[in-house]
């Protein structure tokens, strides 16, 4: 038992779950500190902070990441170099370009913006965006090396600084937003210095940039740009349209407290889809298509049985996550006469569909068809848009909004079976037949 348990704790998936629980926790508790220390519409203008930054951050990162990891799994060493200095270079040139573009709104438009939820955004995502260069290059090279070990170092090191300087904040400081966001400034400059220190970054790589590495990379990107901007805007874009909507910024806060949720539920999925997509992508490489598929139907499996406990949990108890995530204020707040525990039970039905969606997804990246994973996002974002403007525009309600998050996720579903069909046929049988004998013999090992 004791050799299973050291086995376990080493292994891929364990540590990359452990990384992204770490995340998970700490920015669970901060977000938590934050709605009872913020005003809804101070916390609306940190909401979209983080938001407008992750959406950036997809552009930015979107145009390498899933190339990189893709093709440093089945590459020498001499051209794990070569992709790894292209990446950091392509990185750097594009957040150059998207500070530039930045900065040019916010000059152009200064008076506007600092009258807006938007402020925040503008002000300080320029600083950030070079900050944090280090800290997201070292967390792509590390995984596509699988190196699970040191992504668990380095999200450690950055969440616990931030949260435990939230923890000061509300017990002693009471400080500002525009504070706060410089705390948040200062442990991401700790965080990158320290990955700068250990070369988990691949900065010492970018003079080994290559033009036939950077043409590999951006091809991939093209598609895969889009795929993560559009998957993003999925996660985001019922917050800002909310945002310039006639419900305004308080609507912002309350509706983020419910979001909170698909962020927990997505927690075993990015760990698990972290493993799997090199995997994957190694198998598709290599030809071996029974493999690919085997994968596929047990990790769409064995996460879909944990995510219906999970989805049972949250719609049993939507209540009591509210008032652990933000306390009482927000169920007290009469707004529009919107129902926060309602959205908390319709976005738990939505965990449901992620494992597959997200699974379609990255078996789409896998076997090198990143127009068709790009294009089953357009038309999950599409379809999200339209319900969300239905939703606030003609039926006046934000319940609404959640509902056309289910309708656009299982429209994404349907688009990507039909294309991934076509390399290997995917079956509801084949995928709980594989989730059995996952668990089966997971059983059988903690038995032994």
Request: net charge neutral; hydrophobic share 50%.
């Amino acid at each position: 038992m004791f050799k299973l348990f050291r086995k376990i704790l080493r292994e891929d998936n364990f540590l990359s779950l452990s990384g992204n629980l770490i995340i998970a926790v700490f920015g669970f508790g901060g977000f938590a500190l934050l709605a009872r220390t913020l005003t809804p519409e101070d916390f609306a203008e940190w909401v979209l902070f983080i938001s407008g930054g992750s959406l950036i951050e997809m552009l930015r990162y979107g145009i390498t990441n899933n190339g990189l990891v893709r093709f440093l799994s089945g590459a020498t060493d001499e051209d794990r170099d070569h992709l790894i200095g292209s990446n950091v270079l392509v990185s750097l040139i594009v957040t150059v370009i998207i500070v530039g573009i930045l900065a040019g709104v916010y000059f152009g438009f200064q008076e506007a913006i600092d009258d807006s939820a938007y402020a925040a955004l503008f002000k300080w995502y320029p600083i950030v965006a070079f900050i944090n260069l280090p800290f997201n290059n070292a967390l792509v090279v590390q995984q596509a090396k699988m190196e699970y070990g040191k992504i668990l170092l380095i999200r450690s090191i950055s969440s616990t600084l931030f949260f435990g300087f939230l923890v000061v904040n509300y017990f002693y400081m009471d400080y500002s937003i525009n504070e706060i966001i410089i705390g948040f400034i200062v442990f991401t400059i700790i965080t990158s210095i320290f990955c700068i220190s250990k070369s988990w970054d691949g900065l010492a790589l970018i003079r080994k940039a290559n033009k036939e590495s950077i043409s590999t990379l951006l091809h991939f990107g093209k598609y895969s740009t889009f795929t993560l901007i559009g998957t993003n805007l999925l996660r985001n874009a019922d917050v800002l349209i909310i945002s310039v909507s006639p419900f305004g910024s308080a609507a912002v806060a309350l509706f983020s407290i419910p979001l909170k949720l698909t962020e927990l539920q997505q927690i075993p999925l990015r760990s698990f889809a972290a493993t799997a997509y090199p995997k994957m992508s190694k198998a598709s490489i290599e030809g071996r298509t029974n493999d690919l598929k085997g994968l596929f139907n047990t990790y769409s499996g064995a996460l879909t049985y944990l995510f219906f406990f999970i989805s049972l949990g949250t719609f049993l108890f939507a209540k009591e996550f509210i008032i652990l995530v933000s306390g009482t204020q927000y169920l007290d707040v009469a707004l529009h006469g919107i129902d926060i525990v309602l959205i908390v039970k319709i976005l738990s039905l939505y965990g449901l569909m992620l494992p597959i969606d997200r699974m379609i997804g990255i078996s789409l990246d896998s076997i090198n068809k990143p127009s068709i994973n790009a294009l089953k996002v357009m038309i999950m974002l599409t379809a999200n848009i339209i319900g969300d403007l239905i939703a606030i525009y003609v039926f006046e309600s934000i319940e609404m909004v959640a509902v056309s998050t289910l309708v656009f996720t299982l429209t994404g579903i349907l688009v990507g079976m039909y294309y991934l069909d076509k390399t290997f046929r995917i079956s509801i049988a084949g995928i709980l037949k594989s989730a059995n004998g996952f668990y089966r013999n997971l059983l059988l090992n903690f038995s032994r």
